[in-house]
């Protein structure tokens, strides 16, 4: 069918219905009989922490692996290039863990909202760099744009994060030499940040469970994804009062956009 599309909308609910997508379990495979309320927190806890670091630290190796290889061909100035990106990337990762340790002295809680004006442009700018090693590789351009610049109220090592996960998860799903696009506009009381690829779109059944834990979309991301950062993108979305959409049209890959309200958390 042409131009079929699918939206699915995820948002804190108050609700008693028994939808799918909207109640999800945190720990899928814990339950309440085998699991102490408090063990599954910091298992939860765990896991968002063990992800995060995960694709700071793949980029890394890539990274690694491009300076060893320009040092062997005498390209020294690239490679001191690449090096700078990777003492970037170091320095994020201690930033993370400061995050995670502070956090954790304060509220136990590594997704503890701390808010301050965030500029959107440059949480943009931050998650592109965070995945342009990978993108490189597979040839993967960036088309970013903004109508004006945007700042809202809220943590912007969070909100980061989440950019970080939805851009790092179109250069998965995005072909070789594809471009991935991401935009940010002003809606009636709220911002959209917008991130599409130009993969072959996710199906029905995947839409349907893309912000679950432990989900992994797709083959095509090649076994990298534990099916955690769109899960982490929507509880970071719900923190902030805001919420993430999912839609795909047949042949034109898959948008997610991550709604913020225009003030306040």
Request: glycine share 12%; hydrophobic share 40%; proline share 5%.
């Amino acid at each position: 069918m042409r131009g079929h599309a699918m939206t699915i909308q995820v948002e804190p609910s108050t609700e008693k219905k028994s939808t799918p997508v909207r109640h999800i379990a945190l720990m899928p495979s814990a339950s309440p009989a085998t699991v102490p309320a408090k063990d599954a927190a910091f298992l939860n806890s765990l896991s968002i922490v063990t992800h995060d670091l995960r694709g700071p630290l793949a980029n890394l190796g890539l990274l690694m692996e491009m300076i060893g290889g320009l040092i062997g061909m005498g390209a020294y100035d690239r490679a001191a290039t690449s090096a700078r990106k990777a003492r970037g990337l170091i320095s994020t990762m201690s930033g993370m863990l400061d995050g995670y340790l502070e956090r954790a002295r304060t509220s136990g809680d590594p997704l503890t909202v701390m808010p301050t004006l965030v500029d959107l442009g440059e949480v943009i700018k931050t998650a592109i760099e965070l995945n342009r090693p990978k993108a490189e590789v597979r040839g993967v351009k960036f088309d970013c744009s903004a109508a004006r610049p945007f700042a809202v109220s809220g943590d912007h090592r969070l909100l980061t994060e989440a950019v970080e996960n939805l851009i790092g998860n179109a250069v998965r799903h995005s072909p070789h030499g594809g471009t991935v696009f991401c935009s940010v506009e002003g809606k009636t009381g709220s911002v959209v940040i917008k991130v599409r690829d130009e993969g072959a779109g996710l199906g029905d059944v995947e839409l349907a469970r893309a912000l679950r834990p432990f989900s992994s979309l797709s083959k095509a991301s090649g076994g990298e994804s534990r099916g955690l950062g769109l899960w982490i993108v929507r509880l970071i979305a719900e923190r902030h009062g805001g919420a993430i959409e999912a839609r795909r049209a047949k042949g034109t890959g898959t948008t997610f956009a991550l709604r913020l309200p225009a003030s306040g958390v």
